[in-house]
């Protein structure tokens, strides 16, 4: 079976797309290698004196963020302005040539000038590179793109500790039997990282006309730069759930920061050098991708704005830890679980800016997020090694045979560590969606069976507030698939919960009338079971035998969100409830059709009042909206977040984008 058209595999498969992502895959490698080969040599070139060769590491992680505050903007204006195909060769080429000079040239001053220069080139080729991407893919499969390329960015890391710690070990032992040979790693390495540039700059030019040239974006969008960061900054300011998931997700990355930043001169405090300069490097960022790969997936029932300051917090109490370590082993696992936690902290809090930015602000707020982990990453690589100088090492006499030595590095781990935590503790406390329910609870509950998916035909669930427009939604949806219902279309079948089975209609009179007044949250929950266990059974389950299209308008998840978090109920008792009247049977999509609920209540007025749910207070509708998103954030390969509030032709376009492709896949 071909790849699904939004997933990674489709994207692979364009055109040109394979080298393009080499290119970028070899120039990433080349820029985290060259991070370690710098660092390395101004820590060889500084010699032994623990303050200088901190200033030397902190120097030049220094240059490396000021050509970005420098002249960040003009690399910008030049990536709009100059022939992209052009840029993206020479650059590499520029960079490639940049590093060779450094090894041959050998003295610390021009290794810091070289870094300027690199990072003037990245100042223009980044951006390059990010504006291209849209005009190599097609809009469907533009969001499994920039997932391609984020991993590659970050994930790139890896294979660069992997490869410099391997050049690092095969230099000592070869200079120990070979007189000729070079006897620094970093040297070596900084040829190797030059050879990356030049394989990516001969990949981008294979491309040839497949690789778009020209500006990246159009006039109209250029005038308004700098009103657009403007907007950006404002809308985060003025909002404080957004600024404090932007300020989290910064400082989780700055936790890690802090370790790569100090790394060189604390695993030579263990005795490591380079080799161990490399494993943990490796560690911290294995530990980043295990963390952005899976940890949501492990911690699928955990609501994701806990889960956001739990992370956080946890990175900052690894982080502690590790300053209390003096041993390489002991110091890889805390760097592999400080980069996991820092990872869970960074892709959640991403994905709840997803959902909780509006859809106008969204492009801006996530380029302010992406510029400022760049930014405070570097800032936190060039001034915790000089702080860490600053301080020095010392050791306090316990015994005439016994003492305890501590420094600058140990000192800085500490502190960032308990700023950690407390940012994790703040963002948790102000952010609690479920106030009264313990977190060891919610992490024992996060481990249930979440429920199966049918072997055969389509299920697709339909959820929102009141007058989001599922009904609407799910109609047009439906009327797109059959199209004018000639044969050989798929058998498509609309419903939805409560009603619509014969017990289901006389249940649906007794949960929606508002003549039947209060009913007690675990009678309604139970009614509702009630619904769903013969909707299944009547309706659902055998149409997708017969391999149809089934279309709801509501189903678990609003049970979830009404009588879990609307009800206040224990979620995970209202979910085993849903969970076994429903066989399990969970949909291969739920679309999530997100409206603030006072402008949902609105809309659903009805001509004879509100239904007994309508009447419910806005705070109510709330919390029910809030656990939607949190069951929307928390597993976004089966969930479509679409903003409602759109024209409902706009909407049900955003809907058969994202269905379309599973209904060729599947049937």
């Not at 992490?443 to 007058?467: H, K, V």
């Not at 079948?493 to 009913?519: C, F, H, K, Q």
């Not at 509702?528 to 909707?535: C, F, G, M, R």
């Amino acid at each position: 079976m071909s790849a699904a058209p939004h997933s990674v595999g489709a994207v692979l498969a364009l055109p040109g797309v394979r080298r393009f992502w080499a290119a970028i895959a070899l120039s990433s490698l080349g820029d985290w290698v060259g991070l370690l080969a710098l660092t390395a040599l101004a820590n060889e070139l500084a010699g032994a004196d623990y303050a200088d060769r901190n200033f030397a590491i902190g120097g030049v992680l220094l240059l490396r963020v000021l050509p970005a505050l420098l002249i960040g903007p003009l690399g910008g204006y030049l990536a709009d302005h100059l022939d992209r195909r052009w840029v993206l060769v020479v650059g590499d080429v520029l960079r490639a040539a940049i590093f060779v000079t450094i090894p041959i040239v050998g003295t610390l001053p021009w290794l810091f000038a070289a870094t300027v220069l690199v990072e003037t080139v990245n100042a223009v080729w980044l951006p390059t590179k990010d504006a291209t991407i849209p005009d190599l893919v097609p809009p469907l499969r533009l969001e499994a793109a920039n997932r391609l390329v984020l991993a590659t960015t970050y994930g790139s890391a890896l294979p660069a500790a992997v490869l410099f710690t391997a050049l690092s070990a095969a230099t000592e032992a070869l200079s120990a039997v070979a007189p000729w040979a070079p006897d620094s790693s970093a040297d070596v390495a900084l040829y190797a990282n030059a050879l990356s540039f030049a394989l990516s700059a001969l990949l981008l030019a294979s491309l040839g006309s497949a690789l778009p040239a020209g500006s990246a974006v159009p006039p109209e969008q250029r005038v308004g730069v700098l009103r657009a960061v403007v907007d950006g900054w404002s809308y985060v300011a003025r909002t404080p759930l957004v600024r404090g998931l932007v300020a989290g997700v910064v400082g989780a990355f700055a936790a890690g920061g802090v370790v790569i930043g100090l790394a060189r001169v604390y695993v030579d405090e263990m005795g490591a050098g380079d080799p161990g300069y490399g494993v943990l490097f490796g560690a911290v960022f294995a530990g980043l991708g295990v963390g952005m790969w899976r940890g949501p997936r492990l911690l699928r029932g955990v609501s994701r704005r806990r889960l956001f300051g739990l992370a956080l917090a946890a990175a900052g109490g690894v982080l502690v830890g590790l300053s209390l370590v003096a041993d390489m082993v002991l110091a890889v696992v805390f760097s592999l679980l400080l980069g996991g936690c820092a990872g869970v902290a960074w892709i959640t809090g991403y994905t709840l800016l997803g959902l909780e930015v509006p859809e106008h602000l969204r492009g801006r707020t996530f380029a302010l997020v992406q510029s400022l982990v760049r930014l405070v990453l570097s800032l936190v690589l060039a001034v915790a090694p000089l702080l860490a100088a600053l301080v020095g090492q010392h050791r306090v006499s316990i015994t005439d045979d016994a003492g305890l030595t501590f420094g600058g590095v140990q000192l800085a781990f500490c502190v960032a560590g308990l700023l950690a935590v407390g940012a994790g503790l703040a963002s948790f406390r102000s952010m609690d969606d479920r106030p009264g329910v313990s977190v060891a609870a919610e992490l024992r509950d996060s481990r249930s069976e979440p429920g199966t998916y049918a072997a055969a035909g389509l299920f697709i669930a339909l959820e929102g507030g009141e007058g989001a427009g599922k009904s609407t939604q799910a109609r047009l949806l439906a009327e797109a698939l059959t199209g004018d219902g000639s044969a050989g279309g798929p058998e498509v079948v609309l419903t939805r919960e409560p009603g619509d089975t014969r017990v289901g209609r006389s249940l649906r009179a007794i949960l929606l009338d508002p003549d039947t007044g209060a009913l007690s949250p675990r009678t309604e929950t139970l009614l509702y079971a009630a619904d769903k266990a013969e909707h299944v059974a009547r309706v659902v389950r055998p149409a997708l035998e017969r391999g149809a299209v089934v279309i709801t308008d509501r189903y678990v998840d609003s049970t979830l969100a009404y009588q879990g978090a609307g009800r206040a109920l224990r979620v995970d008792e209202v979910e085993q409830v849903a969970r076994w009247a429903t066989e399990q049977l969970r949909p291969h999509l739920t679309v999530f059709l997100d409206l603030p609920a006072a402008d949902g209540l609105r809309r659903a007025l009805p001509a004879g009042g509100p239904d007994r749910l309508e009447q419910e207070p806005v705070d109510f509708h709330e919390r029910v909206r809030g656990h939607f998103r949190a069951l929307a954030a928390a597993d976004p390969e089966h969930y479509l977040v679409v903003d409602a509030a759109r024209p409902p032709a706009e909407v049900a376009a955003a809907v058969l984008q994202r269905v379309g492709p599973l209904v060729e896949a599947r049937l």
